[in-house]
């Protein structure tokens, strides 16, 4: 099971991750079964809850504006 953090640090040198997260914000915008899915396919246990703070770190990080 991976936590965000560890996907974060394996976005920097996975091209194949950074891919599949471009795809998802190609339109801005994080939608929830967007979310749900990426977190069923890396094994991610995290609530919708968090999506707000999900959305905050990939602001800080340029991923999103």
């Known amino acids: 099971m991976a936590t965000v953090d560890e996907l974060i640090k394996q976005y920097e040198t996975d091209p194949e991750l950074q891919r599949e997260v471009d795809a998802i914000l190609e339109d ?9 899915a990426f977190a069923k396919n890396h094994d991610l246990e995290i609530s919708l809850l968090e999506l707000p703070n999900i959305i ?9 504006k």
Do not use: N, R, S, V
């Open 56 to 64: 905050k770190k990939a602001k800080k990080l340029g991923m999103l």
């Open 28 to 36: 801005g915008k994080i939608t929830i079964g967007e979310f749900k």
